[in-house]
């Protein structure tokens, strides 16, 4: 049993608790705890398994193992899957900002070179409707 839990134990802190629940069987909890306040729960999932003493002898080691497999696979899947999230977040902030940059090096480039206003216009283009009256 304590084989078994040895990864488990490289990773967090697991306590057990065990009770009498009749005359001829007993429960074994496995609680492990959790790393840190933000840790995601399913790690910190309980385990319970009730039996007689010599149903407990035989199988609590394989159901063990598999539960502690399980959740150190689970443990990795989200470091996993956390650090692509991460990297996918830094891959779509850096093409923001490579397309913001280009964005404003556009407008800068296509800013006219000339921006004096032009006021050298003739009395003969500004002609009104009655500019033949005013003559």
């Not at 891959?91 to 296509?110: C, M, N, V």
Request: avoid cysteine.
């Amino acid at each position: 049993m304590f084989i078994e839990l040895m990864p488990l134990l490289g990773a967090r802190a697991v306590m057990i608790t065990v009770s009498r629940v009749n005359q001829h069987s007993i429960r074994v909890n496995f609680i492990p705890s959790r790393k840190k306040e933000d840790e995601n729960p399913a790690l910190a999932t309980p385990l319970s398994f009730s039996g007689t003493p010599e149903e407990l002898d035989r199988e609590l080691g394989t159901s063990l193992a598999s539960y502690v497999e399980e959740n150190l696979r689970l443990q990795t899947t989200l470091v996993e899957a956390k650090a692509e999230m991460e990297a996918a977040a830094k891959a779509a902030h850096d093409q923001a900002k490579t397309k913001a940059g280009q964005t404003s090096k556009k407008r800068e480039d296509g800013a006219p070179k000339n921006t004096t206003p032009e006021s050298t216009t003739t009395g003969e283009q500004n002609m009104t409707l009655f500019a033949a009256q005013q003559k």
